[in-house]
T-cell receptor, first 114, second 117 residues
Framework: SQQGEEDPQALSIQEGENATMNCSYK?????LQWYRQNSGRGLVHLIL?????REKHSGRLRVTLDTSKKSSSLLITASRAADTASYFC??????????????FGSGTQLTVLP | DTGVSQDPRHKITKRGQNVTFRCDPI?????LYWYRQTLGQGPEFLTY????????KSRLLSDRFSAERPKGSFSTLEIQRTEQGDSAMYLC???????????????FGAGSRLTVL
């Protein structure tokens, strides 16, 4: 089952604009991670935010986390055509046991038009 | 270190045939995960290993699926008597998470795409 739901499912913007993607999840978490996937390829880790953090930055990426609303957002500033990809949030659930598998959302397909 | 390698990248097979995928994780990573991804969806967890021990299996992993990680190095995922519904991308990932409150960040391979005719 998929823990997170991304919104929107698809987003198309012009180069230079900002892109915002949202993720909602259901259970308590240790941390939330964002991954990027280019078409037909594996996923690449972008950024991680812990449950006790509210905002985190990495280059052109800004992630926020609201644990009371069980939601996160990923902002990509000054987008480039090379940012075109699918973006997934993944939750590292605060559950018992040692598996600590990540549970992925259904993704946002971002298209940046040159 | 060339990252996580998966082989083959593409496999086309007929319904009823067996297929096997191989994953070579990052050498110093002790944890290895298999995920399945269908078109337009996020990856779904199948199973994971810590060293050579298979510690968790999803209910998605039917009896036709078996995974091994001999000697805690590479892993294989075999699907017996394939069905059209098995068509998907099979992703392998590894991590060096040691437990506790640290974060479990996955490094993925490029995936093995299975098409069952």
């Amino acid at each position: 089952s998929q823990q997170g739901e991304e919104d929107p499912q698809a987003l198309s913007i012009q180069e230079g604009e900002n892109a915002t993607m949202n993720c909602s999840y259901k259970t308590s978490i240790n941390n939330l991670q964002w991954y990027r996937q280019n078409s037909g390829r594996g996923l690449v880790h972008l950024i991680l935010i812990r449950s006790n953090e509210r905002e985190k930055h990495s280059g052109r990426l800004r992630v926020t986390l609201d644990t009371s609303k069980k939601s996160s957002s990923l902002l990509i500033t000054a987008s480039r055509a090379a940012d075109t990809a699918s973006y997934f949030c993944a939750t590292d659930a605060a559950m018992g046991g040692s598996a600590r598998q990540l549970t992925f959302g259904s993704g946002t397909q971002l298209t940046v038009l040159p | 270190d060339t990252g996580v390698s998966q082989d083959p990248r593409h496999k086309i097979t007929k319904r009823g045939q067996n297929v096997t995928f191989r994953c070579d994780p990052i050498s110093e990573h002790n944890r290895l995960y298999w995920y399945r991804q269908t078109l337009g969806q996020g990856p779904e967890f199948l199973t994971y290993f810590q060293n050579e021990a298979q510690l968790e299996k999803s209910r998605l992993l039917s009896d036709r699926f078996s995974a091994e990680r001999p000697k805690g190095s590479f892993s294989t995922l075999e699907i017996q008597r394939t069905e059209q519904g098995d068509s998907a991308m099979y992703l392998c990932a590894s991590s060096s998470w040691l437990g506790g409150t640290g974060a479990n960040v996955l490094t993925f391979g490029a995936g093995s795409r299975l098409t069952v005719l």
